[in-house]
T-cell receptor
Framework: GENVEQHPSTLSVQEGDSAVIKCTYS??????FPWYKQELGKRPQLIID?????GEKKDQRIAVTLNKTAKHFSLHITETQPEDSAVYFC????????????FGKGTKLTVNP | GAGVSQSPRYKVAKRGQDVALRCDPI?????LFWYQQALGQGPEFLTY????????KSGLPSDRFFAERPEGSVSTLKIQRTQQEDSAVYLC??????????????FGSGTRLTVV
């Protein structure tokens, strides 16, 4: 089955700096890759997603890149703000069947003012 | 409703007790998922419904776990004879379409189960 590895497990940056979180996946049939933000005690919320027919997607300060050959994808946050502090999860799924999401273990991002 | 509602928000169970966790998806949402999130980990898939049909239960860790959605709306996750390793946050997610990737998932806030 699918396995998703996520790095780093913790990341601390200064306000205004960029943050990059990387994930690799094992199932070459995976073709949908969402990123979720989870604040302490709250529900995971989708922040951006990418499908395998594109290599990059941007939404304001957030971007995701996908390398299908290497089977890895990355989340980039620019001009970080303290409110970006949270745990970020990457996930992967393949079309068909239950379309379940397989999540990475998460990255705790801390943005220091 | 405005979002996915889960109850109870917190549950403490003695080892060996049975528990029932409830999920009220957004009205009209076809797809419903259950995930288990252990402390410091990512959510792990348990089971998936399309309307009342349970199409995938491959993630249920043992036969002590049972889920149902009899009328295609509210879902209940039941855990029999709870054990300490069952302690986790149980998340429910719903989606309006047959293909959740096309419409997005909305997660509930979860039920935090602690088995003592």
């Amino acid at each position: 089955g699918e396995n998703v590895e996520q790095h780093p497990s913790t990341l601390s940056v200064q306000e205004g700096d960029s943050a990059v979180i990387k994930c690799t996946y094992s199932d070459s049939a995976s073709n949908y890759f969402p990123w979720y933000k989870q604040e302490l005690g709250k529900r995971p919320q989708l922040i951006i997603d990418i499908r395998s027919n594109v290599g990059e997607k941007k939404d304001q300060r957030i971007a995701v890149t996908l390398n299908k050959t290497a089977k890895h994808f990355s989340l980039h946050i620019t001009e970080t703000q303290p409110e970006d502090s949270a745990v970020y999860f990457c996930a992967a799924s393949r079309r068909g069947g239950s379309e379940k999401l397989v999540f990475g273990k998460g990255t705790k991002l801390t943005v220091n003012p | 409703g405005a979002g996915v509602s889960q109850s109870p928000r917190y549950k403490v169970a003695k080892r060996g007790q049975d528990v029932a966790l409830r999920c009220d998806p957004i009205s009209g949402h076809v797809s419903l998922f259950w995930y288990q999130q252990a402390l410091g980990q990512g959510p792990e898939f348990l089971t998936y419904f399309q309307n009342e049909a349970q199409l995938d239960k491959s993630g249920l860790p043992s036969d002590r776990f049972f889920a149902e959605r009899p009328e295609g709306s509210v879902s209940t996750l039941k855990i029999q004879r709870t054990q300490q390793e069952d302690s986790a946050v149980y998340l429910c997610a719903s989606s309006p379409g047959w293909a959740p990737r096309d419409y997005g998932y909305t997660f509930g806030s979860g039920t935090r189960l602690t088995v003592v």
